[in-house]
């Protein structure tokens, strides 16, 4: 009985966390056209180059290939605040959201709180979100 007690004490550390969800922005991105190139999912903290200038402003930001039309970003170790997502399908890999000549995307593009981008790129305040540190499941859409 005590071996059985020393054992199961043991492993108590083991089945806590094994049932603790996994805090930070996981972030679900669908409709994505074809499984070409990669996703790119940038984290920003302020308005500051959002949401164009992704590779120099963002607060995080991570490149997924494209696994049978889906991708999943998963940020960690984020500290409590405001955030705004912008993510890109780079179907060329260039490193940028490639446009036609009235600047209309030719690659796939969305944003937090599903913002729409009319006329331009939405603001830092329509697509921001609140986040207390805990686990937050997050899921965007892309458009084309």
């Known amino acids: 009985m005590?071996?059985?007690?020393?054992?199961?004490?043991?492993?108590?550390?083991?089945?806590?966390?094994?049932?603790?969800?996994?805090?930070?922005?996981?972030?679900?991105?669908?409709?994505?056209?074809?499984s070409t190139g990669g996703v790119a999912c940038a984290l920003f903290e302020?308005?500051?180059?959002?949401?164009?200038?992704?590779?120099?402003?963002?607060?995080?930001?991570?490149?997924?290939?494209?696994?049978?039309?889906?991708?999943r970003c998963d940020f960690e170790d984020i500290p409590p605040g405001t955030y705004a997502l912008t993510v890109v399908h780079d179907e060329n890999m260039n490193g940028k959201l490639d446009t036609k000549w009235l600047g209309v995307?030719?690659?796939?593009?969305?944003?937090?709180?599903?913002?729409k981008a009319l006329l331009g790129a939405p603001s830092f305040s329509a697509a921001s979100f609140?986040?207390?540190?805990?686990?937050?499941?997050?899921?965007?859409?892309?458009n084309y």
């Open 2 to 34: 005590v071996l059985l007690s020393v054992l199961m004490l043991g492993n108590l550390p083991a089945l806590v966390f094994a049932q603790t969800p996994c805090p930070g922005i996981h972030v679900k991105i669908l409709d994505i056209r074809n």
């Open 105 to 115: 995307p030719t690659e796939g593009y969305g944003f937090s709180n599903n913002a």
């Open 46 to 71: 302020s308005p500051q180059g959002f949401p164009t200038e992704y590779l120099h402003s963002a607060t995080n930001i991570m490149v997924i290939k494209v696994r049978d039309r889906q991708a």
């Open 130 to 142: 609140p986040y207390d540190g805990k686990k937050l499941e997050l899921t965007i859409s892309l």
